[in-house]
C-alpha cells in the first residue's frame, strides 16, 4: 500500500536515485535469466510511476504564482515555472513513451524459457 510522504519527498528522491544507480551497476549481466521477466516488469511499473510523478510536478509548477510561491525570476533569464512545466510534460510523454516500449520488451521476454541459471 503506498503512503502519502509529502514531507519526505526529496528524500525518496535520493533514495531512488541511489537504488536507480545500484541498479545500473548491476545488470551488466543477469545471473538468473529467469528473473528478467520480472525484471522488466517491475522496471515497466517503475515508469509509469516516475511518469506520474513528472505529470505532477509540471502541473504544479504550472500553477505555481509568482509573490505566493516564488519571488520573480533571476535578472532576465529565460527559465520560469511554466518554462519548467513545459518540459516536465515533455519528460513525462518521453518516459511514459519508455515504459510502452518496457512492457513491449517485457511481453516479448515472457514467451522465452529461461533457464534457472545459464548453462554454459
Do not use: C
Not at 535578472?75 to 519528460?91: I, K, M, V, Y
Amino acid at each position: 500500500m503506498a503512503i502519502n510522504e509529502e514531507t519526505r519527498q526529496l528524500d525518496i528522491a535520493g533514495e531512488l536515485e541511489a537504488t536507480a544507480r545500484t541498479l545500473a551497476h548491476s545488470t551488466r549481466g543477469v545471473p538468473k535469466p529467469f528473473e528478467s521477466y520480472r525484471l522488466l516488469g517491475e522496471l515497466s511499473a517503475t515508469a509509469d510511476h516516475l511518469a506520474q510523478v513528472l505529470a505532477q510536478l509540471a502541473t504544479w509548477h504550472a500553477a505555481t504564482q509568482d509573490g505566493e510561491h516564488y519571488d520573480g525570476e533571476d535578472g532576465g533569464r529565460t527559465g520560469s515555472p511554466q518554462a519548467a512545466a513545459d518540459e516536465l510534460h515533455a519528460a513525462a510523454r518521453a518516459v511514459t513513451e519508455a515504459s510502452e516500449h518496457i512492457r513491449r520488451a517485457h511481453a516479448h521476454n515472457g514467451v522465452v524459457r529461461w533457464y534457472e541459471t545459464p548453462q554454459g
